[in-house]
């Protein structure tokens, strides 16, 4: 059975940083295709950033030059590293995986994923 738990949120002012983790628990498989995705109240959920084994990565054109998504193998643990956050980055930040490598699949769509966290809330104040 495998688990995602997301932690580190929290409520931050514009400009400030955040890194958001996700560790794993149980085997996804030896391609792991491993993703970001917030959710914020009354709208969509969306794909902020996804990373796949061999270290590639992918980010949603509002958090490019932002956001930095990043891999510790040895601890099965994905970081989000958040610079620069707006207010429209508040939204609740979960991780998904599946075992495909992430140029398999939509990338950004919520349906393509087998496993999911339960969240982690982030806040930016103006």
């Known amino acids: 059975q495998v688990q995602l738990v997301e932690s580190w949120g929290g409520s931050v002012q514009a400009g400030g940083s955040l890194r958001l983790s996700c560790a794993a628990s149980?085997?996804?498989?030896?391609?792991?295709?491993v993703a970001w995705f917030r959710q914020a109240p009354g709208k969509e959920r969306e794909g902020v950033a996804t990373?796949?084994?061999?270290?590639?990565?992918s980010y949603a054109d509002s958090v490019k030059g932002r956001f930095t998504i990043s891999e510790d193998i040895a601890e099965n643990t994905v970081y989000l590293q958040m610079n620069s956050l707006k207010p429209e980055d508040t939204a609740m930040y979960y991780c998904a995986a599946r075992d495909v490598y992430c140029w398999m699949i939509n990338r950004f769509l919520r349906s393509e994923y087998t496993y999911w966290g339960q969240g982690t809330q982030v806040t930016v104040s103006s």
């Open positions: 149980g085997y996804i498989g030896s391609r792991n295709c």
């Open positions: 990373i796949s084994r061999l270290g590639n990565r």
